[in-house]
């Protein structure tokens, strides 16, 4: 027995320790593949065999391939700007090859998220030379334990959005003093022809992923976008099971008076099976009565209270083969309000208006209905190394307001507006030189939106405007030295709008004080242009500038509603150009993030609102907006974060245009534009077992620029603005790991108090306080 062992050893020492030598020694092959964590294709990421010479990158999909690996136990490291450093061991063997994959991870995930909104395209924000807020799926959901109102949750989150209004409309919550894009996916909710303030809350967040926020002018989506846009992303199907869901119903209500018990249900159902992935969503809410601090009900004049929402959402997709896929996304949603009151006016700076018992005229107040459709094809490889996306969409929308007295006889108004569009957009890497990678985005939007204000007894008040807009663009990148990002880009508008013949509302009975217009045809070129550069070297100091230029069609419904003149051409219709400068950087120290921004933007033709014989116009001259944002978090400890963001925004108008905003005759833009500073704090904790606390406070400061008329009032927008607190919370408990509970307050301290656009509208029938401490109680199960 002995003998054999000892045979057995000397076989084994002699014959198979040198052929494993001997295979130890050969060279193998290595393919790998690059994704982030929202599986996106990572290129031209750097990629070397640890210890050696071996290097090389990935390619426009992501893939590499390392040859000539000697074989045995080897590190393969991964690096990119904007990611963290990854290493991963892997044995190589001879004349084989191995593969390898790697999940990136975004280096700092607060501040460094991969954004699509600022170039079209998946990208790094360590690399974007813009400012840029991202809200994930976790922020959204936190802020949804308080309040559902989208307007709400980014009013908390986002730096240079004025506050919410406590309103079914968003008017006045500009972006950096200028008016904002909003998209469903890319499809504009924004009625630019005929501004109505009801994009924002367009959609539920239930169904949201991400909001991406670029602040700045820009043109990348085309019309609309002098203050920056607002893109909500809509859920992607959860892909590692076939079929799955989330079922939520909660309650809501104030802690103060009667009949304030609302509800909330939603249902969610996912999965993939095979080439097929889908994701299905259903929610339903009604709200009871919004009370004040003092348990009066809140004036139900635009207001929120007594309102039943719905929101239907289906996305399916289907992987035609590993680079290519076809997706279709449809969402539905209505908010309409039917209240058991009407509005008695408050006195202006001393008595809220309220709701008192009666029978409101007209129809219910709301949006009817927001259908948006997508289409999406993509190709990652659609010629060389060329990627492919192209989008049909189509939106419909409908929304009524409240009862009007600014012409004869009164009346309801509703909003109409249809829009029908195509895209195509390319995107080409290459190398200008070996140590020079470059991505040029290129693609051309195409657009038909078709829009009007009619009063629902069938008067027209701005009749349909017929919209073209056809833009082809162009953005280049590249990446200097590894870490400084450039890029340039331009895009061509051209936009024509048909207008009917038309007659102005009466201001008196038989007709009298109706103006007939002659209608025509508008058409605007211009071609805008955006470059910029960033440094991501450095964790502790990333800095960027940019300049961007956006435009925008003035809102040619008000024009045309107030018209004084019979033709067309007579009236001031041309487009807004915005110029916009800015500067700033983020930093990384330890676990203490900072951001900060400065930008100063103009335009020779702007829109400052104004109140004229008891008519609103724009007034149109030159203006300067300018302003900062600081925004900063720190892990105190591993169950503790705190954090916080400030913004002030000041504008003026060159009335005298003399090219200088300090004469005599010029003038501050008012607050419909220009939102008092704000400024914004959290505390979130999770040191207890299956508990998870998030505290916010926000301060909204004073604006007191204006002075009243010499009957005593305020004109629109000149009101002034007092300083308030407020404080939520929400508080999130996992009772087994299926079942979660939440609980969310607002306005915790129950202050009372008069939101932003109560005060600086000036009078009393708008003098309306904000809700009091109001709850948020719901139980959501996962399967």
Known sequence: MKYIQVNLALFLLVFILPINIMAQSGRGTVNGSLTDSLKNAIAFANIQVKGLKLKTTSDKSGKFTLNDVPAGNRTIRVSITGYNNQEQQLLVN????????????????????????????????????????????????????????????????????????????????????????????????????????????????????????????????????????????????????????????????????????????????????????????????????????????????????????????????????????????????????????????????????????????????????????????????????????????????????????????????????????????????????????????????????????????????????????????????????????????????????????????????????SIAVKGGALNYNALVFNAGARYSKFKFFNPFISYAQSFSVFELGRVLRAAESNTLAQLETKPIIVNNYEGGFSSTIGKFNLSAAYYYSTSKLGANLLEVNGKYISQRIPEEVYGYEIQADYQLLESLTIGGNYAKVEGKGDVDNDGKFDGPTDVYLNTTRIPPAKTTAYVKYSGLKNLLIDVNWMRIGSRDRFKPNASGKYLIGEGPVKAFDLFNIAASYQLIPSLKANLGIENLLNKSYYPSISQFYGSGINYVRGNGRRFNLSIGYAF
């Open 94 to 513: 001879t004349d084989q090859v191995s593969t390898i994959d790697f999940t990136l991870t975004e280096a700092n995930a607060d501040l460094h998220e991969v954004i699509v909104s600022a170039s079209r395209r998946a990208e790094s924000l360590a690399q974007t030379p813009s400012s840029v807020t991202v809200l994930t799926a976790k922020d959204i959901a936190t802020q949804s334990i308080i309040s559902p109102n989208l307007a709400n949750i980014l009013s908390y989150s986002v730096p240079g959005l004025g506050a919410s209004t406590n309103q079914t409309g968003n008017s006045g919550q500009t972006l950096r003093g200028r008016n904002v894009l909003v998209l469903i996916d890319g499809i504009p909710q924004s009625t630019p022809l005929r501004a109505g303030g009801r994009d924002i809350r367009s959609i539920d967040p239930s169904v949201i992923e991400r909001v991406e926020v670029i602040k700045g002018a820009t043109a990348i989506y085309g019309n609309g976008a002098e203050g920056g846009l607002i893109n909500y992303i809509t859920k992607k199907a959860n892909t590692g099971k076939s079929f799955g869901g989330y079922s939520q119903i909660g309650l809501t209500g104030n802690l103060k008076g009667d009949s304030t018990i609302g509800y909330r249900a939603t249902q969610q159902f996912y999965g993939k099976v095979e080439q097929f992935d889908y994701v299905v969503s259903g929610m339903f809410e009604k709200t009871g009565v919004f009370r004040d601090a003092e348990g009066l009900v809140i004036s139900p004049e635009y207001g929120l209270g007594e309102t039943k929402s719905y929101n239907g959402f289906a996305k399916i997709g289907y992987d035609i083969t590993a680079k290519q896929r076809l997706e279709l996304m449809y969402n539905y949603f209505s908010s309409r309000q039917d209240s058991r009151y009407v509005t008695k006016a408050g006195v202006y700076g001393e008595s809220p208006a309220i709701g008192v018992a009666g029978n409101r005229l007209g129809v219910d107040e709301g949006t009817r209905f927001n259908h948006n459709a997508n289409l999406q094809y993509s190709n990652r490889e659609i010629f060389g190394h060329t990627d492919l996306t192209a989008n049909l969409y189509f939106q419909d929308f409908y929304t009524i307001y409240s009862n009007s007295t600014s012409f004869y006889e009164g009346g309801q108004s509703a909003i109409t507006s249809t829009k029908k569009g195509a895209r195509v957009n390319l995107n080409t890497p290459f190398r200008l030189r070996p140590l020079v990678p470059m991505q040029i985005n290129y693609g051309l939007d195409l657009m038909n939106d078709k829009t009007a204000q009619n009063l629902v007894d069938g008067r027209s008040w701005v009749p349909k405007m017929n919209m073209v807009n056809f833009a082809p663009y162009f953005q280049a990148s590249a990446n200097l030295f590894t870490d400084l990002t450039l890029k340039a880009g331009a895009r061509a508008e051209n936009i024509n709008i048909d207008v009917d013949d038309f007659n102005t509302l009466a201001t008196g009975a038989n007709g009298a004080g």
